[in-house]
Each structure stands twice: as C-alpha cells, then as structure tokens.
C-alpha cells in the first residue's frame, strides 16, 4: 500500500475485476432492498448531489433534524440489508482492528455529483478507521488536515481501489471534487459507487 497522508493508506486496484463484478452485483440486489435516497442538508432541507443508502446493521441518513445512523431505511422503515460478505472480508483484511463494523454506507454519484470538504464526526468511536472502496468511474478525492483550512491533496480513486483512513486521517477534511465519466465499464451506467466500512458505537 501507499501512505497519503499520516494515517491514510491506499491500496491501488485492490479488488480485481471478477471480484468487482461479484461485488457490484451483490449492490444491485441491496439496492433493490434498500433503494437509494436522497439526503437533505439539515436545517435549509437542501438535497446532496450525492444519493446514498446501507448495508449492516446501521445506516447513516441526513434529513432537516440532523446527521444520524439508523438501523432502518429512512423511506421505507425496513432494516438494511446485511454485509456482502466481500465487505467483512475487506475489513478483516485491511482494517487491522479486532471490532466489527457497523455500517456501511454507499454513495451513488451521478457524473455531476460531488461532494464538499467535511469531517466524518457522526460515530462515537474514531479510534477504529473507515475504510472506504470504490467501483465504476474514476473520482477526483481530496484529503487534507484536521482543520478547513490546512493544505489538501488529490487523488483519483479508481474502481477496485481500497482507502484506509486511521489514526490522524480519521479526522482529516475531506470530499470529492469531480467524477470522471467513461473511465470504467464495471456499471451499467455512468457513474461512481463509494462505499464506506465504519464503526460506529465503542468498543462494548
Ligand atoms: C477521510 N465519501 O462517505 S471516500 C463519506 O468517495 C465520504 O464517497 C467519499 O467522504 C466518497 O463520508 C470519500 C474516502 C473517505 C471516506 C471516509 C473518510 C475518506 C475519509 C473518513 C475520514 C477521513
Ligand atoms: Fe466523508
């Protein structure tokens, strides 16, 4: 693997292209359990460009009354499906802690979609990492500090890539500025699927 910045290590094609088949059709059977949402910003009700839903047995949802996780699908009430088994495997292999994950959510990007420099800061528990894969198009992601303002760096993620982000990363800024349409023939359309292993409670 490739150190990004402290506490962000990046595994280039981590997936091979069979198993990011196999993984992205386990998607579209979660997606159909769970389809996709639409989060709103809290307070201003304004949509992300990103839609987003979950596997395990949390999920985050952002609607007017805030950011949470849940162990329903904020449209149907239903539980999220489980983990594919790809995703706990993943986790075992890269994520070099004893505690389970508990959520993982999967964000669907339209070409145009993006999403702001923010913090991850809705878990109690920051001293497990999240560890992030993606398939489809290539996106333009940005890490920086801990701070809004400190410097930042860029990166394209490509489908089959793996991203851990522990330790002094856990807290880093963060966001995808562009999504690089026709630069994978993994999906069925154009378009990015992100998805993101995390801890959610502390240890118990
Ligand atoms: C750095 N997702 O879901 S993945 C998110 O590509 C999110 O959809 C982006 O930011 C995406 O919150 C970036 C890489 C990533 C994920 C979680 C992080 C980087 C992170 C948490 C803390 C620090
Ligand atoms: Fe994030």
Redesign the pocket.
Known sequence: SVDIVPG?RYWPGWLDRAAQEALAEELRQILIEAPLFTPLMPRTAKPFS?RMSNCGPLG?VSDVTGYRYQPTHPDTGRPWPPFPSALTRAWDALAGVALAPEAC?I?W?APTAR?GL???RDEEEFSAP?L?L?LGDT?L?R?GGTARKDPTRSLR?ASGDA?L?AGP????????DRIYPGTSTLLKQPG?I?L?L?RVHAAP
Request: charged share 15%; net charge positive; aromatic share 12%.
């Open positions: 962000c990103v985050w959510l964000n990007y999403m923010h913090q991850d999240v992030s993606s996106a992601f890490i993620l991203l982000l990363a856990r807290l880093a800024f963060h966001g995808i990015r992100n993101t995390r």
